[in-house]
């Protein structure tokens, strides 16, 4: 079982918007505002979307975007394209002691 | 570019050791900590730990403490991690990343893994 939940799966409509929770504790995504996505491809390793909640890094698509309400953090992918279908995870640091969390990932199928 | 390549898949028996590599360039290696992670098959991200290669200070995660070795050589710009003893239970895809970690009052705090290496397969099968 994962530090962090997220839905195993979630979809949505070429052009659509979608969005994937990621729900934690005080003890990390609502007790600090270092929460990161990331997206992995099939037989690829992982890519950073957003960090420190909603900042996306140079290069990423601004159809890309985070925030964070209480415990649960959230990914918001607009405009929705077939190249968007893949894993995507998030990660928050933790006061406990294994200091780094991530989720169980969210599988996002493009329809 | 900023880019870290890992070394080539490995088949290995129980018992027996090794030691994976993650070569950065792009960047001063020794200024950013690396981290690694493992990926079991069908499976989730799970952090396994990190290392400063300026200074080898290095953390583990206590569920892979005291099961694996994290080391660097900052004069060829590598970070290894490392087995004494593999299990089948080790089987798994293992990513190292730049990771963000700084360290405040004395806690250290995490906020991101960028970029990631392409991920070394380990398989450990009789």
């Not at chain 1, 007790?31 to 140079?58: C, E, F, M, T």
């Not at chain 2, 020794?30 to 200070?57: A, F, T």
């Not at chain 2, 970690?101 to 893994?113: A, D, E, K, L, P």
Request: one cysteine or more.
């Amino acid at each position: 079982q994962s530090a962090l939940t997220q839905p195993a799966s979630v979809s949505g409509s070429p052009g659509q918007s979608i969005t994937i929770s990621c729900t934690g504790t005080s003890s990390d995504v609502g007790g600090y505002n270092y929460v990161s996505w990331y997206q992995q491809h099939p037989g690829k390793a992982p890519k950073l979307l957003i960090y420190d909640v909603s900042y996306r890094p140079s290069g990423v698509s601004n159809r890309f975007s985070g925030s964070k309400s209480g415990n649960t953090a959230s990914l918001t992918i607009s405009g929705l394209q077939a190249e968007d279908e893949a894993d995507y995870y998030c990660s928050s640091y933790t006061s406990s002691i294994t200091l780094v969390v991530f989720g169980g990932g969210t599988k996002l199928t493009v329809l | 570019e900023v880019q870290l390549v890992q070394s080539g898949a490995e088949v290995k028996k129980p018992g027996e050791s090794l030691k994976i590599s993650c070569k950065g360039s792009g960047y001063s290696f020794i200024n950013y900590w690396i981290g690694w992670v493992r990926q079991m098959p069908g499976k989730g991200l799970e952090w396994m730990g990190i290392i400063h290669p300026g200074d080898s200070d290095t953390r583990y995660s206590p569920s892979f403490q005291g099961q694996v070795i994290i080391s660097a050589d900052k004069s060829i710009s590598t970070a290894y991690l490392q087995w004494n003893s593999l299990r089948a239970s080790d089987t798994a895809m293992y990513y190292c990343a730049r990771q963000s970690w700084f360290c405040n009052n004395g806690v250290c705090y995490t906020r991101w893994f960028d970029p990631w290496g392409q991920g070394t397969l380990v398989t450990v099968s009789s």
